[in-house]
């Protein structure tokens, strides 16, 4: 691992993205209103765990718009906190972390600028751009009917540009320095050969600049893992392509993070293939079934989630805190027969795909926590999480280490009831609904 430690904690967080605009539209796809109960939500149902929440689109006039600038927050975060946009994010950061154990962060980039960002001309003046051969501008991406440009992240960094950026946003909204997390939106290296830099050059910039981050007290997670070369420097990704033994080899500890949107070529290395898709099958385009392995939903949050809940609880048992539950173990070996695609972990717990129907299971100590119906998961202390996808009568096995309760107490965060259950050869029986959610003390 590069550092000794990371600041924050992924493997054992609910990590979510919530997009707040588009740059091309004057609709807004998430109030600063709905963002808190976006994250009052989480923390009702999920017993107040730790959540780590990236702003997408919080700058100017939405996601994508002005790079390399973050000077300037949207009218679009104005809230009941704060009339101006400044003011309401540091509200926001602040009531986050007090109110719903959340650190509340930004999503940025710092591989993109636009001609019509402010500092557009300073960039270009002090040619932070990358150039061909031929000194012409390298185009990126075209982002909501405008066309990127490529920063040098080895000019920006070794002129120092880089750190006047960072420490401009760090004294924009200081509680960032609380959260101690930034997400950067995709992020990775290119050679400026007009400049003589070689891609090894901006690779080691690229690092450097994350070590500038560290230095500041701040991990950075990021959109994929562009190559090997990074490994240790990002904590979490949101888009995992890691193979069954590099899984095997870095543990969550190490990096976590990923879903299954991108599981479709193997042996990407970003440096290295041809055509922007690959960005986001490198660096080995995945694991067969990443289920087994746990995955996040992979979507933006927005509006709209907190009017389609049942959707959005499925995905965040089913998926997220599943996958938190398989980060408490490390990954030890992994086997595949003519029936089942297995993962073994420490605490004596198997996950296991049928390759007869492609279904999960996961076990700990021959106790099925996860199946299609629903989660029985121990994810924090004195606390198991309980969900029923069907609802009807639910039997809920213990873990072994609650064997000498004779009682148990399920709060029911829907409705905000609890209720007192014996306990009989280990067991429960409760009701739930269709999506129902026990938290069992």
């Known amino acids: 691992m590069h550092y000794s430690h990371y600041f924050n904690h992924y493997k054992d967080s609910v990590v979510t993205?919530?997009?707040?605009?588009?740059?091309?539209?004057?609709?807004?796809r998430t109030t600063p209103e709905q963002v808190m109960e976006l994250l009052r939500t989480i923390h009702r149902h999920t017993g107040g765990m730790h959540q780590i929440a990236y702003l997408?689109?919080?700058?100017?006039?939405?996601?994508?718009?002005?790079?390399?600038?973050?000077?300037v927050p949207g009218k679009h975060c104005r809230s009941v906190f704060s009339d101006d946009p400044r003011e309401s994010l540091r509200a926001m950061m602040r009531e986050a972390r007090r109110t719903y154990n959340a650190d509340l962060s930004l999503h940025i980039n710092m591989n993109d600028a636009y001609q019509t960002s402010p500092l557009w001309e300073e960039y270009l003046a002090q040619d932070l751009l990358v150039r061909n051969a031929e000194g012409e501008l390298h185009k990126g991406g075209i982002w909501d009917g405008e066309q990127s440009y490529a920063v040098s992240h080895a000019r920006e960094f070794h002129t120092g540009y880089a750190q006047k950026r960072i420490?401009?946003?760090l004294e924009l909204l200081p509680e960032l320095r609380e959260t101690k997390?930034?997400?950067?939106?995709s992020f990775f290296a290119s050679a400026s050969p007009f400049h003589g830099i070689t891609l090894d050059d901006d690779i080691a910039a690229l690092n450097e600049i994350v070590d500038f981050w560290h230095a500041q007290g701040i991990d950075v997670s990021t959109e994929f893992l562009p190559s090997f070369r990074?490994?240790?420097?990002?904590?979490?990704?949101?888009?995992?392509?890691?193979?069954?033994?590099?899984?095997?080899?870095?543990?969550?500890?190490?990096i976590c993070g990923g879903d299954a949107q991108w599981n479709a070529v193997r042996g990407a290395d970003l440096y290295t293939a041809d055509g922007w898709m690959q960005r986001f099958v490198s660096p080995s385009g995945?694991?067969?079934?990443?289920?087994a392995w746990g995955v996040d939903p992979g979507y933006d949050l927005e509006g709209k989630t907190l009017k389609n809940m049942p959707q959005f609880l499925d995905d965040l048992f089913m998926k997220t805190l599943s996958a938190r539950y398989l980060n408490r173990f490390h990954p030890l070996r992994h086997t595949v027969t003519t029936e089942e695609y297995c993962v073994e972990y420490s605490g004596n717990v198997r996950s296991i795909v049928s390759l007869k129907d492609q279904r999960l299971h996961v076990y700990e100590n021959e106790r099925c926590v996860t199946d299609d119906s629903g989660v029985t998961l121990e994810l924090l202390p004195g606390m198991v999480h309980v969900y029923r996808r069907n609802g009807g009568t639910a039997e809920i096995r213990l873990p072994e280490s609650w064997n000498e309760r004779t009682s148990v107490t399920a709060e029911l965060p829907t409705n905000g009831t609890s209720k007192v259950f014996p306990v009989q050869s280990g067991c429960i029986s409760l009701e739930l609904p269709p999506?129902?959610?026990?938290?069992l003390k």
């Open 230 to 254: 990074h490994i240790g420097y990002f904590p979490h990704v949101w888009h995992s392509n890691l193979n069954e033994m590099e899984r095997l080899h870095w543990p969550p500890d190490i």
């Open 435 to 439: 999506n129902g959610i026990a938290l």
């Open 17 to 28: 993205k919530i997009y707040l605009k588009q740059k091309n539209t004057d609709s807004v």
């Open 181 to 185: 997390t930034i997400h950067i939106d």
């Open 56 to 71: 997408v689109g919080w700058q100017y006039a939405g996601h994508d718009s002005n790079y390399p600038s973050w000077a």
């Open 167 to 169: 420490l401009a946003l």
């Open 286 to 291: 995945g694991t067969l079934y990443p289920e």
